[in-house]
Nanobody, 122 residues
Framework: QVQLAESGGGLVQAGGSLRLSCAASGSIFSINNMEWYRQAPGKQRELVAFITSGGTTTYADSVKGRFTVSRDNAKNTVYLQMNSLKPEDTAAYYC????????????????WGQGTQVTVSS
C-alpha cells in the first residue's frame, strides 16, 4: 500500500510564503508525475502544478511566477513553494502521484494525499 502525506499548510498574511511537502511511502517501484491540486469551498478541485519524473514542470496560469514545484526522488517527496500568496490562494491543497509498484513497475496507479489547508488573510 502507498500513502501520501502532505504537510506545511497554515495561516499566512497576503504577500507571505508557505512551503508544502508531500512524502510518498510504502511499497513503491517508481513515481512518475507528482501533482498539486487545490480545492476552495464551493469550487471544483483544480490542478495547480505538476512535475514529471525528469523534472519538467507545468503551472496553472493563476500561480505562474509565484509558485515553484520541485521534487526529491531519493526521498519520494514533492514540494510546492508558494510565494506572494493572495487571499484567492486559500484552499485545501492535495498531493497526487502516479506510482508504479513492485516487482516490475508494470502498471501505474493513482494515489491522493489527505490534503493540507492553506489560508491567506488579507
Amino acid at each position: 500500500q502507498v500513502q501520501l502525506a502532505e504537510s506545511g499548510g497554515g495561516l499566512v498574511q497576503a504577500g507571505g510564503s508557505l512551503r508544502l511537502s508531500c512524502a510518498a511511502s510504502g511499497s513503491i517501484f517508481s513515481i512518475n508525475n507528482m501533482e498539486w491540486y487545490r480545492q476552495a469551498p464551493g469550487k471544483q478541485r483544480e490542478l495547480v502544478a505538476f512535475i514529471t519524473s525528469g523534472g519538467t514542470t507545468t503551472y496553472a496560469d493563476s500561480v505562474k511566477g509565484r509558485f515553484t514545484v520541485s521534487r526529491d526522488n531519493a526521498k519520494n517527496t514533492v514540494y510546492l513553494q508558494m510565494n506572494s500568496l493572495k487571499p484567492e490562494d486559500t484552499a485545501a491543497y492535495y498531493c497526487h502521484a502516479f506510482v508504479t509498484l513492485p516487482p516490475e513497475g508494470r502498471y501505474e496507479y493513482s494515489y491522493w494525499g489527505q490534503g493540507t489547508q492553506v489560508t491567506v488573510s488579507s
